[in-house]
């Protein structure tokens, strides 16, 4: 860090009095020495990040920081404040302040200046020395390790109140977690051999875990429960390293960090990547829910296992599925990991592809569907011809639903050798017009297929080609002939006995489907309801023409998700005191959440207060969706929230159900938290409390 901050970037004496003045006189000595090109522009990134998650943590410490396209080098600018600046922390107001920035795109930079600092901050010494330094240049020596901390914590007055180690802890978790969202990995190794010197000199090796965490759409949960189950660890003095495989990829934990754990939690809703990494230890496989709830609990479990000697098959049987979780796991569980892998996967084709088809729409007309193709007509001047792009790019896109559906079912199930006869099984159920069920019955039973094959014993000379050539060959033979000669034609019969029904719902019929529609979105929040939901509302559109009754129950549904977040906005706005800080930080953040249909901006709140928060937003979402239906509100594209109202029909009254449903949910949950005790102010509800709603990354084209 020796360039990143000097004398000039050092301010002993912040006489700001919010964090917002804090940011901007810290920015200004930026500015001033070249480091930050637009003040405002700058200032405005800063409060971008900071509206996702409160940079406060406990000790006094405060760390707002962001990427920018502002900033020319990475900077670090340090305040120290007398009276103390509030920054969101649980335990108080922050007078050691540290502002980080950036160049917009280094990632590697922005994550090494955090970790860095925040190693740092763990030393109490550190942090003593800081509060008691009375020279800019020396507390930048002493920041850029120029200085020893002891050195300077020699000049320190009698009585000088210096942070708590286990406090100061907390900002390796704040470091490590602050831009998840981003998909990157923080390097832990530094942390974990700190933490297993300072274990070692007290005799005692600190138990270690891996854990992995995931779901469906990998934007809310996967994070959040990477979040709590660090914070747990801590609190427990166990060393807690986590593989988030989110929606923007994953980084592999190093294999030696593995062989050195002692246990491990799997805390995922989808098949775990590459599980065979962590087989022979002992192994806590949960959904991803429990490592957002209970964390904990998690920890005393394996470490109960690797006490008892428990420990995972060292040899892998048949699939991922079938290997992930305890051996009384049932099936009922596994079928529901296995829907939902083929879900998340689909998803992001139905963004994209409803979304064009929207976009078309609008540009082209409603009769851009019978425009001839662009590849014999286009004109580059001519709207409609541009419309008619969009249009048939989506439609492409939309015609891989129901083959991508199936062949990541069959995939959850049976790993690699499921994609190709669960591709063919869905391409056949699109031929067959068997549609979404029929996807769902050729995924389940391609992955069937291919479990049955691989359990047949098979000479050493065949087992090289049995993953490339036999088992593709027979497995999409025997799945082809099922759904052709078999299957096929009931589901497809079904299929269009479950459209008729659709298109001829009308009045007290409509209204009711609109009322469960907005019950399950919101039971939740993202869960297993929630994706059946939705996922039933995009096979209704996911074609070409979808009716009218299917863009009703498009409408209902991203109506209804988007009810739990704005409710809980709404009231940490209107009812404040009835919520932590850390719960009216996250109401900010749930404004955006919620009109972007991203109805995991309620997690927090629902997560700390369940029996309160979770009725109130099935409520308010049943009145939403009802009314959507009832107002007849059509829509084609499957996500986007408050920016495809232009492509509502009925967009005003479609705004009034949305609206209707938040002041009921919102109504609800201010008179049942009013009758209970209020909690002292700047109290949590526990770890769930604390998992901040920024860990969304809202730019995610995926359901609520």
Request: hydrophobic fraction near 50%; proline fraction near 5%; glycine fraction near 12%.
């Amino acid at each position: 860090m020796s360039e990143m901050i000097t004398a000039d970037l050092v301010d002993l004496d912040l006489s700001a009095e919010t964090k917002e003045a804090a940011a901007r006189a810290l920015a200004e000595r930026m500015v001033t020495l070249g480091r930050v090109t637009d003040l405002e522009g700058f200032l405005a990134d800063v409060a971008a990040r900071e509206a996702q998650m409160p940079t406060g943590l406990d000790g006094g410490i405060g760390i707002p920081h962001c990427r920018s396209e502002h900033v020319t080098e990475p900077t670090l600018g340090f305040g120290r404040s007398a009276a103390g600046i509030d920054f969101g922390a649980p335990d108080g107001p922050a007078d050691l302040i540290f502002l980080i920035a950036a160049p917009a795109g280094a990632d590697d930079a922005h994550l090494t200046i955090l970790s860095s600092l925040a190693r740092q901050l763990m030393n109490a010494e550190f942090t003593s020395a800081l509060r008691a330094v009375d020279d800019a240049a020396a507390a930048a020596a002493l920041i850029r390790g120029d200085e020893s901390p002891a050195a300077a914590a020699s000049t320190v007055p009698e009585g000088t109140e210096s942070a708590d180690g286990s406090k100061n802890s907390v900002a390796v978790s704040a470091a490590a977690s602050a831009d998840t969202a981003t998909g990157t990995t923080i390097d832990t190794t530094d942390t974990t051999s700190d933490t297993t010197a300072d274990a070692g000199a007290s005799g005692e090796r600190p138990f270690r875990i891996v854990a992995v965490t995931s779901c469906p759409t990998g934007i809310a949960h996967t994070y959040m429960a990477a979040e709590s189950l660090e914070n747990a660890g801590r609190e427990a003095g166990v060393e807690v390293v986590v593989e988030t495989q989110g929606s923007a990829g994953f980084t592999r934990l190093d294999p030696a960090v593995i062989a050195a754990a002692d246990g491990v939690i799997f805390a995922h809703d989808v098949p775990v990547r590459d599980k065979d990494r962590f087989a022979g230890k002992p192994t806590v496989d949960v959904g991803v829910k429990a490592g957002i709830n209970k964390p904990a609990e998690l920890i005393t479990e394996v470490r109960g296992k690797a006490a008892r000697g428990e420990v995972s098959a060292g040899s892998a049987p048949g699939t991922p599925v079938e290997r992930s979780g305890d051996s009384a796991e049932g099936y009922g569980t596994k079928l529901r990991k296995w829907l939902m892998s083929g879900v998340s996967y689909m998803v992001p084709f139905v963004a994209a592809g409803g979304l064009l088809i929207a976009l078309g729409f609008a540009i082209g007309g409603y009769t851009v569907n019978k425009a001839p193709s662009v590849m014999d007509h286009f004109v580059w001047t001519q709207a409609d011809s541009w419309g008619a792009l969009l249009f048939q790019i989506g439609v492409v896109s939309f015609g891989f639903l129901v083959p991508v559906l199936a062949g990541y079912i069959a995939y959850g199930m049976a790993d690699r050798p499921g994609l190709v006869p669960g591709f063919v099984g869905g391409a056949i159920s699109l031929t067959i017009n068997a549609g979404f069920l029929g996807g769902l019955a050729a995924g389940l039973i391609a992955g069937g297929v291919v479990i049955g094959i691989q359990k047949v014993k098979i000479p050493a000379a065949l087992r090289g080609v049995m993953p490339v050539v036999v088992i593709p060959l027979i497995s999409a033979a025997i799945v082809g002939f099922l759904m052709f000669v078999v299957i096929g034609k009931p589901i497809a019969s079904a299929q269009k006995g479950m459209t008729d029904w659709l298109n001829g719902l009308t009045g007290t019929n409509a209204v009711l489907l609109g009322a469960l529609l907005g019950l399950m979105m919101c039971f939740d929040l993202g869960g297993p309801v929630n994706k059946v939901a939705y996922t039933f509302a995009t096979a209704g559109i996911a074609v070409a023409s979808p009716s009218d009754s299917a863009m009703k129950i498009m409408a209902a549904v991203m109506a209804a998700g988007m009810v739990p977040p704005l409710a809980m906005a709404l009231a940490t706005t209107v009812r404040g005191r009835l919520f932590t800080q850390t719960e009216r930080e996250n109401g900010k953040a749930a404004w955006v959440l919620g009109a972007s249909f991203i109805s995991e901006g309620a997690i927090p709140f629902a997560a700390a207060d369940p029996l309160r928060v979770i009725p109130s937003a099935m409520v308010g979402g049943a009145v939403t969706g009802s009314l959507s239906m009832a107002f007849g509100a059509t829509l084609r594209a499957p996500h986007g929230g408050i920016f495809v109202v232009p492509l509502i029909g009925n967009p005003f009254l479609y705004l009034i159900a949305i609206a209707a449903g938040v002041c009921v949910t919102t109504a609800l949950v201010v008179v049942l938290k009013g009758m209970r005790k209020q909690a002292p102010e700047g109290t949590g509800a526990g770890v769930a409390d604390t998992a901040i709603a920024a860990k969304v990354d809202s730019k995610e084209p995926v359901a609520a």
